[in-house]
């Protein structure tokens, strides 16, 4: 809610006025009054967590009004109703009334993030993915079953954190503009637009980092969301208990960097490699903005009664970022927690 500084009546957080004393509430600070606790923010700003890049790319991209515009009149009158149409013809609706497990956990993440409640599929697919689909202001969320039958439930905040971060970030108009270049035009016209759509997928794996980073601050587990993201690269929650992170985050440093570019344009590649997303997410967690907004938003999700499964809390500590063997030697001294040790496997 909003917290009218003249009169101090309480208004909904998407109010223009106050219902008080009329008073314009666009430029007020937003803010959530919590009985005993007194007044604390309450609104995660894109700029507070995203990706510096991801931001640049994104506003030279809305710079372009003709791009937005098609771009938004294609996805809304073609892609997302057929879309729309397919999910409710062959994939299962979450809701107050239908798998309200899931359903629950996404109006949670939802609220903590501060976007309105998707409209959320699940469909049968053995693959360990997730995507949203649609415009800025329009969009669905789809999540695999796999994701449902192999992830944790603290994995799985993290995960559709990530998508609603995509939300949050205003991420989904490029992202669906891109994936319809993929996967939904003939030979020809993709290789037409091959040059836009290698432009997409450099911005994509930029702002594939920005929605960790929101997946992260939505489910507020550390922990969780490195081991989310290693099990897009292994698979196997078996062979986790073999896992050992150290050697993980050395692999970054043998990728040739010629083969690095040459597979990015070969292949279309819109996610940054796995690996450099853990090591992306141990970066923010161990730096002062990380630490500073997860703390932010661990409080915020007390005072709302959210609590992770998880039985002890992380302690974050202050560390160097830059890559290199001591920094990920000393990953478990950084995360103070005996659980994070044994799940990381740093010997």
């Not at 998508?163 to 992202?175: C, D, F, M, P, Q």
């Not at 503009?177 to 996967?183: K, M, P, Q």
Request: glycine share 4%; with cysteine.
């Amino acid at each position: 809610m909003i917290i009218c500084p003249r009169c101090k009546a309480e208004n909904n957080y998407d109010t223009a006025y106050c219902f008080g004393c009329g008073l314009i509430l666009a430029n007020v600070k937003k803010s959530i009054k919590v009985k005993n606790h007194g007044i604390y923010p309450s609104e995660l700003k894109i700029d507070e967590y995203a990706l510096s890049v991801d931001l640049s790319l994104s506003e030279a991209v809305k710079d372009i009004p003709i791009v937005s515009k098609a771009a938004n009149l294609l996805i809304e009158y073609w892609s997302k109703p057929i879309n729309r149409t397919n999910l409710l013809g062959n994939a299962v609706r979450v809701g107050p009334n239908q798998i309200s497990s899931i359903y629950e956990i996404v109006k949670e993440l939802s609220e903590q993030l501060g976007v309105e409640v998707p409209e959320t599929y699940i469909k049968y697919d053995p693959t360990y993915n997730a995507m949203t689909l649609g415009t800025n202001k329009d969009h669905l969320i789809i999540i695999h079953s796999a994701l449902i039958d192999n992830f944790t439930r603290e994995e799985l905040k993290f995960v559709l954190g990530h998508e609603l971060g995509h939300i949050k970030s205003e991420h989904v108009t490029y992202n669906t503009i891109a994936y319809l270049c993929a996967v939904g035009f003939s030979g020809f016209v993709s290789a037409v637009f091959k040059p836009l759509l290698l432009a997409i997928e450099a911005w994509q794996r930029r702002a594939e980092i920005t929605a960790d980073r929101a997946g992260l601050l939505a489910c507020c587990n550390p922990i969780a969301s490195v081991q989310a993201l290693t099990m897009f690269a292994l698979g196997s929650r078996k062979l986790l208990e073999e896992f050992n992170l150290q050697e993980f985050l050395l692999q970054e440093k043998d990728i040739d960097r010629l083969y690095d570019i040459l597979n990015k344009a070969i292949s279309g590649t819109n996610h940054p490699y796995t690996v450099v997303r853990v090591r992306e997410m141990i970066d923010f967690c161990c730096s002062e903005t990380g630490q500073t907004l997860l703390n932010r938003m661990k409080t915020r999700r007390r005072h709302e009664g959210y609590f992770s499964s998880s039985k002890k809390e992380l302690s974050l500590i202050r560390a160097e970022t830059t890559f290199n063997t001591n920094k990920i030697a000393a990953t478990s001294s950084r995360f103070c927690s005996a659980r994070l040790y044994h799940i990381f496997l740093i010997c």
